[in-house]
Structure formats: structure tokens, C-alpha cells
T-cell receptor
Framework: KNEVEQSPQNLTAQEGEFITINCSYS?????LHWLQQHPGGGIVSLFMLSSGKKKHGRLIATINIQEKHSSLHITASHPRDSAVYIC?????????FGTGTSLTVIP | DTAVSQTPKYLVTQMGNDKSIKCEQNLGHDTMYWYKQDSKKFLKIMFSYNNKELIINETVPNRFSPKSPDKAHLNLHINSLELGDSAVYFC????????????????FGEGSRLTVL
């Protein structure tokens, strides 16, 4: 069983919809990262958080350490948000990755 | 001016060959990483160096050897390539080891797609 589980695996949304991607993990962590991988393959770090909530533009990331759960929200989704979103956790000396959520936003 | 650059972007080679992928970062970061993304798009860390010192060395075949001549460079050498080595290899850097803790953001290269025939 993977240390990091994401849901859903695939998500299709209409432009403008509110989107939530979930990440659950089973190890004690120091931090959690949300990454975005575009169709071209490049990976961009969206957030790194260890508690609470962070917001950047239309993206919001939350984490609940007690429940070992994080969510990535996208408000007013846009076709350019179409990408694979990857959750990763670090334990201080190790990285574990989720299998990614493939998001397609339809105009 | 690319922050984390990898070369080559694409590499096609025969089984049994030895190849290298180079990574350079111009961000002044202390920590660099190599990740492998398999055909199912699953990312896995392979190695991490902090200021030229190996800090993460995952269970990868001995055929894979990282080399860090200075803190701005982390190269990946692969000997006796096998079909299963085909993947996309990503280099990344962070300001320091805090990416492993709670304050260091990761910066990724564009990836190097290795195809072993």
C-alpha cells in the first residue's frame, strides 16, 4: 500500500467549477507538497505546508495533521488548470509521492 | 534563464550502454535531488545531495551513481542500461534541507526522458 493516496485519480470538470483533490498519508510527516505536472511534463511546486492553510491566487491548500489529510482546492477552474496534481510528503529524510490526480477542465 | 536545467532532454540508447544525465541549478541552492517517474507517472526519489554530501540514497541498483562536483551540479550516471530504466528522470533543488522538513520549496528541472531499446 502506498504511503500517500490521492483521490480522485481522474477528474473532469466544466470551466468555472470548484475542484477539490484529496490526499491522505500514513506516515508521520514534516511537510506536505502539492505539485503540478503539465501535459508537457514539467513539474512545478504549488505549495509546501505543514499546518493550516495556504492560498495562492485561485489555489488553496489545507492540511489536517491529526487526520493525516490534505486537500487542494481550485476555485473558478479554467482549462489551463488541466494537469496532473501530485501530493508528496516528507518525513525529514524521505519523500513519498502520491500517484497523481489527472484534471481536465473543459471550456 | 532556467533555474534548474537538465541535459539531455531526450536520450535514446541501447541496452548495456552507459549514459549520464546532467543537472545544474543557478539558484544558489544547497540541496539537489534526482527523481524517477515511471511509465505510470509515479514519482520516486532516488538520491539527494546537500552541499555535495549524499543525504538520501534510496534502494536503487548500483548501476545508478550520482556525482556532485559542486553544490550547483548533480549528475546521474547509469551503467549497463536495462529496459526497465526507461523513464523520465527529474532533477530538483531546494534552498537547503528544509524541503525535507517544512520550509523549503522544490524547484524542478524539465525532466530527461530516457528510452532504452
Amino acid at each position: 500500500k502506498n504511503e500517500v493516496e490521492q483521490s480522485p485519480q481522474n477528474l473532469t470538470a466544466q470551466e468555472g467549477e470548484f475542484i477539490t483533490i484529496n490526499c491522505s498519508y500514513s506516515v508521520g510527516i514534516s511537510a506536505l507538497h502539492w505539485l503540478q505536472q503539465h501535459p508537457g511534463g514539467g513539474i512545478v511546486s504549488l505549495f509546501m505546508l505543514s499546518s493550516g492553510k495556504k492560498k495562492h491566487g485561485r489555489l488553496i491548500a489545507t492540511i489536517n495533521i491529526q487526520e493525516k489529510h490534505s486537500s487542494l482546492h481550485i476555485t473558478a477552474s479554467h482549462p489551463r488548470d488541466s494537469a496532473v496534481y501530485i501530493c508528496a510528503v516528507t518525513t525529514g529524510n524521505q519523500f513519498y509521492f502520491g500517484t497523481g490526480t489527472s484534471l481536465t477542465v473543459i471550456p | 534563464d532556467t533555474a534548474v536545467s537538465q541535459t539531455p532532454k531526450y536520450l535514446v540508447t541501447q541496452m548495456g550502454n552507459d549514459k549520464s544525465i546532467k543537472c545544474e541549478q543557478n539558484l544558489g541552492h544547497d540541496t539537489m535531488y534526482w527523481y524517477k517517474q515511471d511509465s505510470k507517472k509515479f514519482l520516486k526519489i532516488m538520491f539527494s545531495y546537500n552541499n555535495k554530501e549524499l543525504i538520501i540514497n534510496e534502494t536503487v541498483p548500483n548501476r545508478f551513481s550520482p556525482k556532485s562536483p559542486d553544490k550547483a551540479h548533480l549528475n546521474l550516471h547509469i551503467n549497463s542500461l536495462e529496459l526497465g530504466d526507461s523513464a523520465v528522470y527529474f532533477c530538483a533543488s531546494s534552498q537547503d534541507r528544509r524541503a525535507l522538513r517544512n520550509t523549503g520549496e522544490l524547484f524542478f528541472g524539465e525532466g530527461s526522458r530516457l528510452t532504452v531499446l
